[in-house]
């Protein structure tokens, strides 16, 4: 794997760039898809404007996220901080910056939060997918070493290479994909069409996502510390037991 897929000159079109692009392409489609489906009062153009506002949002989110926990090395090296494709977009810092300028444009416009967090919640999950190839390309997001056959050596230039040259390691990032995919077909081709209260695919995708994330972190290498815990466990429990709780006491499973 290689993280530039081509070159021009100067100019570099990387992997972990494109899958953000084909993740922003797919869910357009799909969130225009669902809100058309439930009669939500919003044209094509808001809705594209909430996506833009909101990517937006994540993205800074998640590098000031990131940036946060890796402070130290980011005061040394201050022209580092915009330099996202190095990698550092925490999804829990992403999902806070989204949801905050999401639940702020659609207050503006008196449009639930709950009904459009229902429709993005699938290409929410989907676009992780496809960010998760991009780190497996750019060669970041990675395991620990392994013995397991399925184990990858990454390139000495990547970030997994760097920390572990010539070494087998878990490829986490995959791991992450195959779990996102299934989040997303389960919500795609059975639990979107079922009825339920407003709320209940996106408390779910957080709940699913959460556990799952809570798994694959205990593999990785590079994991956001907080003190002597892996952050993304702490955030990712705390998550899914919120989001459990408010499906069960809202009992949003059913109209």
């Not at 910056?97 to 709950?114: P, Q």
Request: proline share 5%; with cysteine.
């Amino acid at each position: 794997m290689h993280p530039i897929l081509f070159q021009f000159g100067p100019i570099q079109i990387r992997f972990y760039g494109l899958m953000y692009v084909i993740a922003i392409l797919v869910g357009s489609v799909l969130i225009k898809r669902e809100v058309r489906r439930k009669a939500i009062p919003l044209t094509d153009d808001d809705v594209m404007n909430f996506i833009l506002w909101s990517v937006l949002g994540g993205i800074l989110g998640a590098r000031i996220y990131y940036v946060v926990f890796n402070l130290d090395y980011y005061l040394a090296n201050p022209k580092e901080i915009p330099a996202v494709w190095h990698g550092g977009l925490a999804i829990h810092g992403g999902l806070i910056g989204g949801i905050l300028v999401a639940y702020s444009y659609l207050k503006r416009r008196n449009i639930s939060f709950w009904k459009i967090a229902d429709c993005v919640a699938p290409a929410i999950i989907l676009g992780q997918a496809f960010g998760r190839f991009g780190n497996f390309m750019n060669g970041d997001a990675h395991g620990m070493p392994t013995t397991m056959p399925w184990g990858i050596v990454f390139p000495p230039e990547s970030i997994a290479g760097r920390q572990f040259p010539n070494t087998p390691l878990h490829p986490t990032m995959l791991y992450e994909m195959a779990i996102n995919i299934f989040i997303f077909l389960l919500f795609w081709l059975s639990l979107r069409k079922r009825e339920h209260k407003d709320g209940f695919i996106f408390a779910a995708y957080l709940m699913l996502y959460s556990l799952g994330r809570f798994v694959v972190e205990h593999f990785r290498a590079d994991s956001l510390m907080l003190g002597p815990l892996r952050a993304a466990q702490v955030v990712s429990l705390t998550l899914a037991v919120i989001a459990l709780t408010v499906i069960v006491k809202g009992r949003l499973w059913r109209k």
